[in-house]
């Protein structure tokens, strides 16, 4: 039994490309599939990761807002491994609110990087897993994607449209054997949140919301990360995985 479990986690053999490698969620993720045995590829904005990454990672700097830059990185990635497996999309932002043409802005940027990226990431890298014969699309969304947030009507708007395109390409990629499903992170500390996780009032009202009586880190995404990425997942597609310490199933 441990070895039928052992393969049915285990990535061993595959090649995965991480969007958002830099630091925070995307770099967490990366480290997991690496651990399951993935020959992973991580993918930011930054020169070099932010955050330290094992020395098995192969990173290169990307910004997915380039769609050919992003295909091109596709294109080596397949010629010098013969396959792609898995893509996990976690690239993202949240902006300040801001008033004006500046918030015209900054929800267009929003938008663009949240949502428009991950469509030609997706159809970028579609080809070659067709290829591999198969493969396994993994969306970071948000609770954001489900539940309304103040504030923040270009994170709330990318997320929710995320989590339906992600059923809109798991339809039609379903025949060439490709599984699209979401993985929707609650409170997770990071770079992003740091100053809600900081202020005590802001950190303990969203702890409100929480059955588990604690904010997430990026490890807590690894299990559902792999197990969606591995063929623990096979029959899954579609669909959405939160992490979110209960967030979204608490009513009072």
Not at 13 to 36: D, F, H, P, Q
Not at 81 to 91: K, T
Not at 115 to 125: F, G, K, N, Y
Not at 169 to 192: C, E, F, H, K
């Amino acid at each position: 039994m441990s070895s039928y479990l052992e393969s049915l986690f285990s990535l061993r053999g595959k090649v995965a490309l991480v969007t958002g490698a830099s630091r925070g969620i995307g770099a967490g993720i990366a480290e997991a599939l690496a651990a399951s045995g993935a020959h992973v590829l991580g993918l930011g904005r930054s020169a070099q990761a932010q955050s330290k990454l094992p020395a098995c990672i192969e990173y290169r700097q990307c910004d997915v807002l380039d769609a050919s830059q992003f295909a091109a990185i596709c294109t080596a990635v397949f010629d010098a491994n013969g396959r792609i497996d898995v893509l996990v999309n976690a690239a993202g932002i949240s902006l300040p609110k801001s008033e004006g043409q500046q918030a015209l802005r900054d929800f267009e940027r929003t938008v663009a990087t949240n949502l428009t990226a991950v469509h030609h990431c997706c159809q970028a890298v579609a080809g070659y897993m067709k290829k591999s014969g198969g493969g396994s699309i993994i969306n970071v969304t948000s609770i954001g994607s489900v539940l309304g947030f103040p504030g923040n009507p270009a994170y709330v708007a990318s997320k929710g449209a995320l989590r339906m395109l992600t059923q809109a390409l798991a339809l039609d990629l379903a025949s060439d054997q490709i599984r699209v499903n979401n993985l929707a992170p609650g409170y997770i500390r990071t770079d992003m949140t740091e100053a809600s996780f900081q202020d005590p009032t802001r950190h303990a009202e969203r702890l409100q919301h929480m059955m588990i009586k604690r904010w997430g880190a990026p490890q807590d995404l690894a299990g559902a990360a792999i197990f969606l990425a591995s063929s623990a997942s096979a029959y899954v597609t579609g669909t959405d995985l939160f992490v979110d310490g209960g967030w979204t199933a608490k009513g009072m």
